[in-house]
């Protein structure tokens, strides 16, 4: 770590405007604003990250790009002449100050993204170094730890919003929130608080619900409801996600059961995180529960998840496909695709993402993207699925298209099992993939626009 420069901010207004803040320029609000915080004062830290290093380095050479963070160094200390700079990593520097503001840090953000608008001379040549910034904010009483934690988590916000954030450490910081989610998720599955919803899938031209898929819920003690889209990200980084995705499995199996018992035979498709594709213990221990029981069961995985390793991925994909496990492709077209790993997949279903299936009949683009999509995956003889199908009008286009299966809203929410039973037993869901006429009228108008 080098620090480039000591000085620190004044207490009370920026010098001259050259701070990050110009008094001058805020609104009365903001006055009386700043003015009621001038007793607490605000600890600030940014992280400010090359974000365009790769690219350097390929031009640069590496022994130029490893000293190119002193001259972002030396240009944030231009723009903030009174913050502390220290550089942290070959991409990254940390800047910090105080100000009785809290308005400085949006100010010192915005400041800094003007100055690095200016190429710089490097070794003669002009280049532009892409900054990325995530910054926190802390009244002066919270410790150092937490205004780090909230800087990176900014950071990391940063890389996939793609424009700078800034974050507070003031309250129960995201970093905090995140890590007590995680804590009590290892807990989670011993006191049986997760539990399962199933969504059904309609075969189209046979009109009948021919799988189900099994989406995980978690019922917090505090919190209430609990969505995967907030737990499961926190399970794959803790390794949870191999207990939480064995309990699924299980579940699923005795569920399968159930189902069977009542005279549904339904396949239950259950969605196995990336992680685990490269994991040869836990699909060891998945083959042998599904072995043992005899269930018929399918997993949804996603091809992004492939494209991190392919060798073992496809590999155990075959395992699982040999055992009588149907391999679903889920949420297609909304991360990385490769044809080359698609055609290698042992898989017999392709779920074309809700994001093109919502959109369906308002877009010109996504009816081209899923008609070929659809005809892409026939040709390597998968069977379709949509998924957030949401509308009698995108169901009826589906149709049209050669859809095989849908999934979505429109036919069910995710349910209990109970209720599950109780749709099958109800047949109202056949009424409705029968009811295709209806919406074809408008369905050519919408076509002819795509
Ligand atoms: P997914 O596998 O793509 O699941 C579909 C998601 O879309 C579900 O959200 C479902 O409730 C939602 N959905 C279904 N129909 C519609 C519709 O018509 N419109 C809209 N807008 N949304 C619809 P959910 O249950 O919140 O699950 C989100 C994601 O969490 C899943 O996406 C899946 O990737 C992951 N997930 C769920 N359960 C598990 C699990 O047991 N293990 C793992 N590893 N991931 C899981
Ligand atoms: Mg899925
Ligand atoms: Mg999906």
């Known amino acids: 770590m080098r620090e480039i420069s000591h000085a620190q901010f004044e207490h009370g207004t ?46 640069l050479g590496r022994p130029r790009v490893d000293s190119l963070i002193v001259d ?18 070959r991409d990254v520097a940390e800047v910090a100050f105080e100000c009785e503001a809290r308005l400085a840090l949006d100010v010192s953000i915005a400041a800094l993204e003007v100055a690095f608008e200016r190429a710089f001379d490097i070794d003669g040549e002009s280049h532009t170094i892409q900054i990325r910034l995530g910054g926190a904010a802390a009244a002066g009483h919270r410790d150092e730890v937490h205004l780090i934690e909230e800087a990176e988590f900014a950071l990391s916000e940063a890389r996939t919003e793609r424009s ?13 929130d995140r890590a007590e989610l995680a804590e009590d998720l290892t807990k989670a599955i011993e006191r049986e608080e997760l539990f399962l919803q199933y969504q059904p899938k309609v075969h189209l031209r046979r009109q009948e619900i021919t799988s189900v898929e099994a989406l995980v819920r978690w019922n917090h003690p505090t919190r209430g409801l609990v969505l995967p889209g907030d737990f499961i990200p926190l399970a794959e980084e803790s390794r949870d996600i191999v207990a939480l995705t064995l309990w699924t499995i299980r579940q699923s199996i005795k569920d399968q059961k159930t189902l069977a018992d009542h005279g549904h035979d339904l396949r239950i498709f259950i969605n196995i995180a990336g992680v685990l594709l490269a994991d040869t213990c836990f699909v060891r221990r998945a083959c042998a529960l599904v072995e043992a029981s005899g269930a018929r069961l399918g997993f949804e995985i996603t091809e992004t998840s492939v494209i991190r390793d392919p060798d073992s991925a496809i590999a155990n994909l075959k395992v699982f496909a040999e055992i009588g496990i149907v391999i679903a492709i889920d949420d297609y077209g909304a991360g990385l695709s490769s044809l080359a790993y698609l055609k290698q997949l042992p898989a017999r279903e392709l779920k074309i993402d809700k994001l ?39 169901m009826a286009l589906l149709s049209v298209m050669g859809c095989d299966m849908i999934q979505g809203f429109l036919i069910s929410r995710p349910i209990n099992l109970d209720a599950l039973i109780h749709f099958m037993e109800d047949g109202k ?22």
């Open 14 to 59: 920026a010098r001259g405007g050259r701070g990050p803040i110009d008094p001058g320029s805020l609104t009365a609000s903001s006055r009386d604003a700043i003015s009621q915080l001038s007793q607490t004062g605000w600890r600030f830290l940014i992280l400010a990250e090359i974000a365009n290093f790769g690219v350097l380095r390929r031009h």
């Open 429 to 450: 869901y056949q009424a409705m993939a029968a009811d295709l006429r209806a919406p074809f009228s408008r369905l050519a108008t919408v076509w002819k626009r795509g």
């Open 164 to 176: 700078p954030i800034a974050r507070d450490a003031t309250g129960n910081t995201a970093a905090i």
């Open 72 to 89: 972002v160094a030396a240009r944030i200390s231009e723009a903030l002449p009174d913050a502390r700079v220290v550089i942290a990593g």
């Open 356 to 394: 093109f299936v919502t959109q369906l009949t308002s877009s010109n683009r996504d009816p081209l993207i899923v008609r070929s999509t659809i005809d892409l995956a026939h040709a390597l003889e998968m069977e379709v699925v949509a998924e957030g199908v949401e509308t009698q009008a995108a």
